[in-house]
Every structure is written in C-alpha cells, then in structure tokens.
C-alpha cells in the first residue's frame, strides 16, 4: 500500500512561520528560517474516499487514522500495541471540584507508559521509511523510554541526553533496550545543547521535540481520539500538561484537520495550558500576551515531565491557546501532589504528576469561574503513575 | 438492564470438586467442601441471541462480554477503563529462538499495571452487586493495586497483608487509594493466614484468590480476547506465568465457554505452566503426575508475582495442563532476566519478569522439540515491567 486510497495521504512539509513548502520524501529537520515544520495532507481526497463511519469500523489503533498519518508503507509501521486510550469519568473528585463532567485520558496505558508512544510509532515508522539508522535526543524521560523502545524495534540506534535528576526508572527503560544514555547535571534545556552538539558533530538524524515533522504527527492522535471517542464532537475544555507542549500542538493540528475533512463542527474546546509553578514559561508569555515564551531560570517540580524551560514549539502552543480562547495556568507541587492523592482517594485512580497538574488546574478555574458547572472538561494523564513515585533521592513524599 | 438479552446469562455457581450447586445472587465464598465455586452460565440462551459478529462490532473493552460476565445490571459496573490488551509479534526473539510465529499479550497496559485489573473489575463490581462493603485479601503487590483501586472506585474498603519483600512501588499504590497494608514478615501464604484470621475476626468479605467466585469471571475476559483476537481461533500454545494460577484456569474456563457455545472449535491450546525453579509447587506436581500441589518450603523468586508456594486452585491448573497435553516447567532468576534482556535487545519491548519467565521458558520448550518451530505461540506477560524493577533493597540487577 504506497499511495493507495487508504495509505497516507501526505502531500508535502510546510513551515508555519515562513510558510515555505518543501518536499515530505526525504530527510527534513528545521525550516531553513529556523522553526519547525509540518506535515500536511491531501485532505480533499481524504474526504472523499474515506469516511467517520469507516475510521469507527476500523480496529481502534493509532493506525485506523492511516490516511492522516505520515507512513505511506505499511511495512514500515513500527508497534509495541498502541491502541485508543481510555477515557475515564471521575465523577468523586469532579462532584467535589463543581465539575459534573470531568474525565481524564488515561494515556498511562500506552505502550512504555506514557502519551510520548505516540509520538514515538509514528516518528519512529517514519524515519525508518525515510532510510534513518541512528538518532538522537534529549529527553526527560518517557520520550527516551518511548523512541528507545520503538527505535530498538525498528533496529535503529539510539542516543539520548538526559538530565540526571529525572527519575531512575527512565535510565532502567532505555537502557533495557540497548539505548545510550549521557545523564546530564542540567536541565533538558542543557541536555538539548549536547544532543545538538552530537547531531552537528557525527551526523545524528535529530530527533528532538519538534527537530522532526513527525513526532506531532503521532502525538495528533491523541485529538483523533478525543473526538471519535466523543461521537465525533469536542468536549467544552481540554486541559494539557504542558513541558514541550507537542500534545497540545497535535491536538490542535488534530481538530483542525477534521474541521477541513468536515468531520466535525467549527467550535473548538478551550485549551488550557497547565504548568508548575517552578517552571511556567508559557503562562508567563501568555499573561503578558506573548507570541513566545523566553528561558524560565531554575526550573523546578516533581511533575519532572513538564520540567522544560523553554519550548521550541512555544509559539504553537500560545497560538492554540489564543485562538481558542484557551488560558495557562500554573500550580505548585503541593497542589500536584494533593491533586494526585484526592483524585486517588475519591476516584481509585492514580494519575501520574503531570496529569495531577491538570486536575489540580481544574479545580482552580472551576473556582474562579472560567469553566462552567455544567461544561465537559477533559484532562490529559501524559504519563504512568509507576514513572515518577521514585527519584534519584527516594521515593517522592 | 437486570436480566435482558444482553445481560448477564449468570444462572448458578458449581462447585468444580463435589459438583454442588448454589444460588449466585447472595454472597458466596468457598463451597462447603472446601472448594472454590465456580459461575456457571445460561449458555444456550447466549447462543440464541448473540454472535461472534455481535461481539465484534462492541467496543473491544472488557465488557463487551456481557452475557458471559456475573454482572447485572450496568449501573454496578466499576470500570477504570480496561479496553482489549494488544498482542505484540516478538519477531527477533522469536527467530532466535526458532519460533516463527511467537507473541506476546501485554497485560501491562491495563489499568493498574496488570492483568489483576480484570479480576478486579468483575470482582468488584459482582462485590458491588451483591452489597458487600469491605473486603481482605493477600496480595504480592499487583492484585493489591488493582482490588484497592476498583475498590476505591466502589466506595468501599479494602485490607490487605503484603509481604515486606514485595516491590516496594505495590505499598505506594495501595495506599495511594487508601488501603490499609499490613506488610507481613514472610511470604504470601503467610499474609494468607493474617486474612484468614481478619475475615474470621472482623466479617470481612474474603477476596483472596480463588475464595470468592468472581475474580476468575474476570480473568476469564483474558482467554475470550485472545480468541477473538485471533480470528476466532486458538494459538497451539499458550505460556503462563503461574503463582495462584487464576489467570491460567480463566483461560481455560472461557474456552471451555466458548467451545460450549460453538464459537470455537474443540482442538485445545496445550497450556503450558510456567514457575520460577526458586517457587515451583506446580510443576513438581505435574512431574509427579499428581493432581495437586504440596507447599514449597523457602520459596524465592525476583518474579514476585509467581512466588506462591501454594495456591488454592492448583487442582484447576493442573486439570488444564493435564486436558490440553500441556506442559509445566521451571525457569531459574537468572534466565528470567536474561529473557526480558533478550526481548527487549531483539523486539525492543520491556516485559515484566513474569512474563519474561514464559519468554525463557518457550526457548526451552523449541530446544527440547516440544514446541515445533511452525506453531503459534502466545506468551502471557501479567504485569509492566514498571512494578518489579525497584526492589525493597533497590534496583533490581
């Protein structure tokens, strides 16, 4: 299936800032203006060889979004079993927050535990048909476990940066699968300038937040899902814990390629960043109504995923958080952890740091007002609550 | 929907020793013999007015057994979102190995971390039905997680006895949803007792392994997913990870089902028991060609999950071993991680040590012939290798 009707329908790479188009078919990292680039797609034959019906028989992978992905063989895919997330109601913490609908995607549930396997199957699957051997890396940890895992099985090699204070379990996963890891006394910020130094020097294909078109391509599945898991309508709110912000960016790339396909309406659901108060660059730039974020000093929180100083993508999350009349907000680690515990004790359920975030969030903006009672808020659990319980000091109080 | 078409074709529980049989609408423990009971179905009504095709379409989450599941009515349904887990094709391993077509189902991904979420989902929710408000049992930690989370989730209260050498992330889990943990200085047949005496004590309903009749219709969901995910057919072999074995006897127990029904033909799986050399009550039994196990004295394995010295429904795994021409076998610690080593290195996925134990035993069972190299074989990994790799004396080597 090369360029059949159900194979990827991806036309060509076009850079949002210069707007640029360059060609899909081989190697691309940044636009030559320095930002990231996406990939886009031939949506008018999607639309009309393909329909919701059809995507609601298929099984429900990731891959039953074929046509909206980037892999146009499918002897290239790469799966460890990724399928649909569930989306689970906590009906005990919502009653209690004033929120009569609040459920959470659990993408804990993923294969290596985390959302960043989506980014990875198809990231991974891509390169691969693009011919690349070897690649590189910063991670803070579930993205290392996650393109380690994927990159082992498509026989590629592997070679992240990660800060030495991310918790003990990623070194365990990364390195189970024969990745090499450099620890870093740094933040990822940090990590990113060796694995550049890496890249520049031997030749790595970059494979960095955004560095590639397609690590978002993967991640926009997560808004594929929302949607058809929905009934093919959005929910009012979504709140994002957002590090390096690519979730949001695909989801928002998600719903925009639907509303194209006129698959769904043209209502977006507000989009919420949700930071940590010891590293909150988005929202500062979106407070002072920034287009982009600058450098946080001294990052800091237990929520380790979100613990990314600046993001490459800063300018697409801001945007998608202004054009749909989003907010960002940050919470402390107090608040995370509390948030965590109380949703445990009121709902069973154990979310890791970085969804405990986006419950915390809700909780405040239910309070102020910015959401409604009656609204349909849902949050996003990026990550296994079994990654982040222990760190390099002991477990986490 | 209490007793409609696609509810619950629930009709009696049998006791599988001395074939008594009992009302299923009140709260059940052992049978009067000593027996676990088992639930028994109206299955020519399900024949009647259900299909394969029926099944299909569903939802691919667990409920999608309705009929053959003890719940009634829908309202009692505690669910944290257990959806079909993927079969995952070890391809490099297998080679390696000589097995053409070997693979792997990942019960990782499953709320909780493990396969135990099935048995908790439906014994919980059957607990639910039936009013009861606080329930005991032993746990090596996953089982733990799981019942104190559905339990959570049910409003009720949930005692366990643990072991202090469980993997200490098990205490984090428990307790994280508020259950009490009495860590017991021994093994799980010694935090069996301790229960023993709070059920006798206290009037706790007893939801140990096997002691109540649910757990297993739970479990039983296991085996259904893997013929249905198979086209409708059987693998020649299947590999289990045995410590209590329910998993196991589910799996034979919805064959049984769906063979009963004609969903299936009647060529059998060999099942094949997989223990750790350190704790193999089981497979020193099936060497004897004995229809029950003894107590292994000093029992000690790094895979936690199956250091069971004696489990209460050896008798139904050793009949399932015995009926299909199976086979039961013992793999030493060290094997065991060098199978997950193996896997991972080769395939790039990370399986629990439970389930590298079946990895490390199907290499054994190819050398040996047993295992011809053209059959389809399925190995089980019970649990994310998240749990075990932390032990209480640090990271596991």
């Known amino acids: 299936m090369a360029h059949g009707a159900k194979g990827s329908a991806l036309s060509h790479l076009e850079c949002p800032k210069c707007h640029a188009r360059s060609n899909a078919d081989v190697v691309a990292q940044l636009c030559a203006c320095g930002s990231p680039l996406l990939a886009r797609y031939d949506l008018e034959r999607v639309a009309s060889s393909t329909s919701r019906d059809e995507i609601d028989a298929r099984t429900d992978t990731l891959w039953r979004w074929s046509e909206l992905l980037p892999v146009r063989d499918t002897a290239n895919r790469v799966s460890l079993g990724e399928r649909a997330t569930p989306i689970v109601a906590l009906t005990g913490y919502g009653a209690r927050a004033g929120i009569v609908s609040l459920a959470v995607k659990d993408e804990g549930t993923l294969p290596t535990g985390s959302f960043k ?121 979504i709140l994002y814990p957002t590090g390096g912000g690519v979730g949001l960016i695909g989801i928002d790339k998600a719903l925009a390629e639907l509303r194209a396909l006129g698959w769904i309406g043209e209502r977006k659901p507000r989009m919420v960043v949700v930071q940590a108060s010891g590293c909150a660059p988005i929202v500062r730039a979106w407070e002072a109504k920034e287009r982009a974020s600058i450098m946080w000093e001294g990052a800091r929180t237990a929520a380790f995923g979100i613990n990314v100083p600046k993001a490459l993508g800063d300018f697409l999350v801001l945007e998608a958080v ?76």
Request: with cysteine; glycine share 12%; aromatic share 8%.
């Open 322 to 397: 202004y054009s749909s009349d989003g907010f960002a907000i940050a919470v402390d680690d107090k608040a995370i952890v509390a948030a965590r515990d109380a949703v445990a004790s009121d709902d069973g359920m154990l979310l890791g740091l970085e969804g405990a975030a986006t419950i915390a969030a809700a909780k405040v903006l239910r309070a102020s007002g910015w959401i409604a009672a009656g609204e349909r808020v849902l949050a996003i659990n990026t990550g296994s609550a079994f990654k982040g319980w222990m760190t390099p000091q002991g477990p986490l109080d």
């Open 117 to 237: 396997a989506r980014g990875a199957a198809i990231g991974i699957s891509r390169a691969r048909e693009l011919g690349v051997r070897a690649f590189a890396l910063p991670t803070n940890g579930n993205a290392g476990a996650a393109w380690s895992a994927y990159g082992r099985r498509a026989g590629m090699e592997a070679f992240f940066a990660m800060p030495k204070s991310a918790p003990p379990i990623h070194r365990f996963e990364c390195q189970a699968v024969g990745a090499h890891v450099t620890l870093v006394d740094g933040l990822i910020s940090d990590a990113g300038k060796l694995v550049a130094q890496w890249v520049r020097e031997r030749g790595l294909y970059d494979a960095s937040t955004l560095k590639e078109p397609y690590r978002i391509e993967g991640k926009k599945t997560l808004g594929f899902e929302i949607v058809q898991q929905n009934g093919w309508s959005v929910p009012d709110v």
